[in-house]
């Protein structure tokens, strides 16, 4: 079983960008897919982005693509997610999620969830 823990969520205004870090324990880090989701008030919780195992793949929502990058580290058990060029509609709460297997963007895929981490943009 692995625990996350995100971090790196703040207020920061439009056009700005912003690192969030998902820091994982537990063991068996590598083996997992990990996937970057968010939820506004009011809103269900969506698909940010998605990384295999390896790292090799990463996968995207068409509201992040481009601005939105996420990256891993196996050696020292963490996943991050590069926001850039943000936009008031990004405000959420973002949470890192790990899975076996192959990535996929439906939250419920998803066995391990983080606390989550406050983002929030203004304009």
């Known amino acids: 079983q692995v625990q996350l823990v995100e971090s790196g969520g703040r207020l920061v205004q439009a056009g700005g960008s912003l690192r969030l870090s998902c820091e994982a324990s537990?063991?068996?880090?590598?083996?997992?897919?990990l996937g970057w989701f968010r939820q506004a008030p009011g809103k269900e919780r969506e698909f940010v982005g998605a990384?295999?195992?390896?790292?090799?793949?990463?996968y995207y929502a068409d509201s992040v693509k481009g601005r939105f990058t996420i990256s891993r580290d196996n050696a020292k058990n963490t996943v991050s997610l590069q926001m850039n060029s943000l936009k008031p509609e990004d405000t959420a709460v973002y949470y890192c999620?790990?899975?076996?297997?192959?990535?996929?963007?439906?939250?419920?895929?998803?066995?391990?969830w983080g606390q989550g981490t406050q983002v929030t943009v203004s304009s």
């Open positions: 537990g063991g068996g880090f590598s083996s997992y897919a």
């Open positions: 999620a790990a899975k076996y297997g192959t990535t996929a963007q439906a939250p419920g895929q998803y066995a391990y």
């Open positions: 990384i295999t195992w390896s790292g090799s793949r990463t």
